[in-house]
């Protein structure tokens, strides 16, 4: 079984900042991409940044220049960086990782999700 667990979301006034992580466990062979994702109720669940084994990252245009995406591949730990955050960054944060448990059989795993709220 391999696992997810994410820590670090919170309440937060807009302008502030916050650092998401997510640490995977159990039966792993490599990770090769790992990310978060936020939803709120009624609406779909939204990439926010990604980050493969190489070191390449993507981003959603609402967070580019705010958020930093960034892993310890050692520690299958991924983070989330937010900084200037905004009312409408309010989600739930989910990790996702696509997660090697042999060499040549992947799962993808969600984690519990992580709560953050940024008042105005």
């Known amino acids: 079984q391999v696992q997810l667990v994410e820590s670090g979301g919170g309440l937060v006034q807009a302008g502030g900042s916050l650092r998401l992580s997510c640490a995977a466990s159990?039966?792993?062979?490599?990770?090769?991409?790992m990310g978060w994702y936020r939803q709120n109720p009624g609406k779909q669940r939204e990439m926010v940044a990604v980050?493969?084994?190489?070191?390449?990252?993507n981003y959603a245009d609402s967070v580019k220049g705010r958020f930093t995406i960034s892993r310890e591949n050692a520690k299958n730990t991924v983070y989330l960086q937010m900084n200037s955050l905004k009312p409408e960054d309010t989600a739930v944060y989910y990790c996702?990782?696509?997660?090697?448990?042999?060499?040549?059989?992947?799962?993808?795993?969600w984690g519990q999700g992580t709560l953050v709220t940024v008042s105005s």
């Open positions: 980050i493969i084994s190489g070191g390449s990252t």
């Open positions: 996702n990782g696509l997660v090697y448990k042999t060499a040549f059989s992947a799962v993808e795993v």
């Open positions: 159990g039966s792993i062979f490599s990770i090769n991409r």
